[in-house]
């Protein structure tokens, strides 16, 4: 099963996250990154008119750089995001446009200061048809995830 972890960061935590699961699940990984990358005034939501409300509200696509070399030779694909306005940041669904997730398996992992992962998969699942969703959760601590992603890898496995 050729892994992949995917995840786009905002100030460094689904990062951490990201990096501690690819390595204990042998994953390949690769950063979301937007052509124009956010400042801490364009994250700061309390704004009514920071970048990342302004995105969110006017459900605007926001351009990535670099593509995932070989995305078809992935299985599986791990997929980690903060939670903003309960769910995915935009930057995330224009990620995902960019592929075919035909016949794909896809774990979605997310962390946030306060929300939980609400309806994420529900409202991410048009910019991943074909994927097959196995599970979407919130975390805060890495051994957790670690520890529930391995657990749905392992139920996905082809029995022989």
Known sequence: MRLLTAYFSAEGTTAGMAKILAEAVGSDIFEIKPEDPYTAADLKWTNPMARCNREKIGKKDVHVTGTVEGFEQYDTVLLGFPIWYYSAPNVVGTFCRQYNWEGKKLILF???????????????????????????????????????????????KPRQ
């Open 110 to 156: 997310a962390t946030s200061g306060g929300s939980d992962i609400g309806k994420t998969a529900e409202k991410l699942g048009p910019s991943v048809k074909g994927a097959d969703i196995l599970g979407a959760k919130v975390f805060k601590d890495p051994s957790e995830l670690t520890a529930w992603a391995r657990s749905l890898l392992d139920a996905a």
